[in-house]
């Protein structure tokens, strides 16, 4: 894998274009949460456009402020209201931080295909600072790094609160018509973060487990949160339509047909997961989904022995459960639920935390420079990269579309994960006895 060291140029600040409306924002009761207040990582990769010249970061970062223009409210800063620590958007106008950088490197040198994990992730990515420390402080970090061959990698640091996945892709797609010289982008942004936010008396109306500490209390041998970063290991496991057909050839032909690759994936890199952090057999263990229309986490819970000890279409059914929760009047409860209580944070022990970003189209975004062919939410050693696992599209080395699960854990249990894995990839008449005692 390719080593190397970017050279920056000095941090500026790229402003809206034009003029915009100075206004006060109110975030709504599901942004202020306090699990959202943190700086989300997303790195995409660009081949060059051959026998072009230019360069793409002028490019990019003349689409970025045109694209202000119209998202103006990421060009201000999160105050909070002293009263009651609501957080307000102060469309300033004062713009995102951006940086370009070279490395002298070829994208041939990363890997033919381009897969995670990335070299030097932090080479790529411009100083943010303290992650968690959204106030007062630019709401995005762009770096634009050239490599030698043409291609190119945007780097960007977004704070959570002001995007949703949603969100920056479509604010991705706006930079990328902008800097190709369209008179406005193809999608307008729409505010509207009222309609999360209470306007009533609190109307709680369903059970919300992921703000609830767990049942069974003392959660201090949770190994996922006493393990030291020292002793952590990342990894990423690719599922290829050959695994996914192994899967779902592992649950009844009627809930297979029902259930989405994401279902079943979120599914069995639950159980297997618990299994190798080996939690005692009466512990309780949940597992989040996140959803990205709303940022709301329904929440299936049962007990270790249950979750291992049955077949995967238990786990499954659990996993289907919790999606099929989240309507619109379980969001609405949430809102209640989290104004209420002046926006908790999710509890997170002996809970695993997947996030889908299978289908948020970001093939699609263009910078008129040269075709994306890689990308998403790199690994990094923080709690919530512990915990959390994004779901992402990406080509094999085959050229077969797969899906990738990155999963950090304990080294001692790392084997244990891929291991347990390796026997629900294959053909069931290829399996072991050791399937029925997961």
């Not at 620590?85 to 890997?111: K, N, P, Q, S």
């Not at 929440?299 to 995967?312: D, F, H, I």
Request: aromatic share 10%.
């Amino acid at each position: 894998m390719a080593s190397f060291t970017a050279h920056w140029s000095e941090q500026e600040v790229v402003a809206p274009a034009r003029a915009t409306p100075y206004e006060l924002k109110y975030l709504s009761d599901i942004d202020n949460q306090r699990s959202l207040r943190f700086y989300q990582t997303i790195i995409e990769f660009f081949r060059g456009r051959p026998g072009v010249a230019h360069d793409p970061a002028a490019f990019i970062k003349s689409g970025l402020s045109e694209a202000l223009v119209f998202f103006y409210p990421l060009a201000g800063r999160l105050r909070e209201i002293p009263l009651d620590g609501r957080l307000i958007v102060e469309c300033t106008a004062e713009g995102v931080t951006f940086v370009e950088a070279d490395a002298d490197v070829t994208l041939l040198e990363f890997g033919e295909p381009l897969l995670p994990p990335y070299p030097c992730v932090e080479e790529l990515l411009c100083d943010l600072g303290d992650s968690k420390d959204i106030l007062a402080k630019p709401l995005a970090f762009f770096q634009v790094t050239r490599f030698r061959c043409g291609g190119f990698s945007v780097g960007m640091l977004l704070c959570h609160t002001m995007y949703d996945a949603v969100g920056v892709f479509k604010f991705l797609e706006a930079i990328g018509d902008m800097a190709r010289g369209e008179p406005q982008p193809t999608v307008l942004p729409v505010w509207e973060r009222e309609l999360l936010t209470s306007c009533s008396a609190p109307s709680i109306t369903r059970a919300h487990l992921g703000y609830e500490p767990l049942a069974d209390g003392d959660t201090a041998d949770d190994v996922m949160q006493t393990t030291p970063s020292a002793d952590m290991i990342g990894q990423y496991f690719f599922f290829g339509p050959a695994e996914i057909s192994a899967i779902r050839s592992s649950v009844p032909e009627s809930l297979a047909k029902r259930s989405t690759v994401f279902e079943l994936l979120a599914a069995v890199t639950w159980r297997c997961r618990t299994a190798a952090l080996g939690y005692e057999p009466n512990k309780l263990v949940r597992f989040i989904v996140t959803l990205q229309s709303h940022i709301v986490f329904p929440v299936a819970e049962t007990t270790a022995s249950e979750l291992c000890g049955n077949p995967l279409s238990h786990a499954l059914e659990l996993v289907h459960k919790a999606k099929s929760e989240a309507n619109d009047e379980y969001v609405r409860s949430t809102v209640e639920l989290l104004a209420s209580r002046k926006w908790p944070a999710v509890v997170l022990d002996r809970t695993f935390v997947v996030s889908d970003l299978t289908a948020l189209g970001e093939d699609r975004i263009d910078f008129g420079w040269g075709k994306r062919i890689a990308g998403g939410v790199p690994m990094a050693a923080d709690i919530l990269t512990k915990l959390l696992s994004y779901f992402m599209k990406c080509k094999g080395a085959d050229g077969e579309d797969c899906i990738v699960v990155p999963m950090y854990l304990p080294k001692t249990a790392m084997d244990t994960f891929a291991a347990q894995i390796s026997i629900w990839t294959k053909k069931p008449s290829s399996r072991t006895a050791a399937t029925s005692s997961l």
